[in-house]
């Protein structure tokens, strides 16, 4: 009678054992069966033109034109109208000085509207109306598509040799950008002019733990392990929204983005690893900005189930990516 109960633990873990797999069979269906193929860029007709500085309609660029400016900036914008101006007068305040020092220096800012309820078009076109549409451009997004989506939408418009993804609160310094490039070229010869310099907060991040409280901490580390196990090796903070490309690497990662939302960074970096781009992981200076559009429980919560099935949906088969896949 005494092996009962040790045979109760044992039935209770087969049991237990069953039901996670079960569980992971389950979830494995759903989402293979709820994955979508890879979403064309599809542009509404108003999002193939941008307004001049006089207000006239001119066609967007394309990605697979050859470049004309040596730095591209893209800034994603959702109900930005008081955030955008900060971000902007610093960005364009070093730009216009290292154009100044360096005359061969050139660089245009695309700034995606993605579907604003604000006036964060009008605001960013008071930079085009002052600087030029040689140098600012904005393109206004008929329905929002996420953060993802609007950076794809400015990177298959942009002109740049190099592409530098940059968030709208100006969380990051821009001077910063200097170290991205200088991680990139720290990476050369570069394959098939293939490479990535990602800036990254997690030396700043663990510096600020005592500033949070247990249950943001608590997030934040399993949102990691959750990167780290499921889908990215090597790179310890993702989600940094100051990232340098070459062109050719923006166009062969981007191409293959299926999640167009907060979880795109993890998508992004799981191609290029796929695809062996190197990777530079550079530290840069951040502040705290207030206005963050995430909610700290959902968003996490939306973001893990996003790694989840981001992992699932390329187990299965449901995503694929080839190595061998041509660029057009």
């Known amino acids: 009678m005494a092996s009962l109960p040790l045979q109760l633990v044992v039935l209770g873990a087969v049991l237990g054992a069953a039901l996670a797999a079960a569980a992971l069979i389950l979830i494995s269906f759903v989402a293979f069966v709820t994955a979508t193929e890879m979403p064309p860029l599809h542009r509404h007709e108003e999002e193939k033109f941008f307004l001049n500085a006089r207000g006239q309609k001119e066609t967007l660029p394309s990605i ?25 007068d610093e960005a364009l305040g070093y730009l216009e000085e290292r154009q ?30 002052k600087y030029g549409s040689d140098k600012i451009r904005v393109i206004t997004l008929v329905k929002n598509r996420g953060k993802g989506g609007a950076i794809k939408m400015g990177i298959f418009s942009s002109r740049g040799e190099k592409i530098l993804m940059a968030d709208a609160d100006g ?20 394959p098939n002019k293939l490479s990535m310099s990602c800036g990254s907060f997690f030396c700043i991040e663990l510096q600020s733990l005592f500033q949070r409280s247990y249950f943001r901490t608590l997030l934040m580390y399993g949102f990691h392990f959750l990167v780290w196990f499921l889908c990215v090796k090597g790179i310890r903070d993702t989600q940094c929204g100051f990232k340098l490309l070459t062109r050719e690497a923006a166009l062969r990662t ?20 796929f695809f062996k781009i190197p990777i530079a992981e550079i530290a840069v200076n951040w502040t705290e900005i207030e206005g963050s559009k995430l909610v700290p429980f959902w968003s996490w919560l939306q973001m893990g189930k996003d ?7 390329y187990l299965t088969g449901a995503w694929r990516l080839e190595r061998t896949r041509k660029m057009n």
Request: hydrophobic letters at 40%; aromatic letters at 12%; glycine letters at 2%.
């Open 64 to 88: 697979r034109d050859s470049p004309t400016k040596q730095l591209s900036i893209v800034v994603p914008s959702y109900n930005e109208e008081k955030r955008l101006p900060i971000m902007m």
């Open 100 to 129: 100044k020092q360096d005359p061969t220096f050139t660089y245009e800012v695309i700034v995606v509207d993605d579907g604003s309820k604000d006036q964060t078009s009008k605001v960013a076109f008071k930079y085009c109306q």
């Open 171 to 190: 969380a990051t310094k821009f001077p910063d950008v200097e170290k991205l490039e200088k991680g990139l070229n720290d990476l050369q010869p570069w």
């Open 254 to 273: 981007f191409s293959s983005l299926h999640i167009e939302r907060w979880a795109f960074d993890v998508e992004l970096l799981y191609i290029a690893q």
């Open 307 to 313: 790694l989840l099935f981001i992992r699932l949906r």
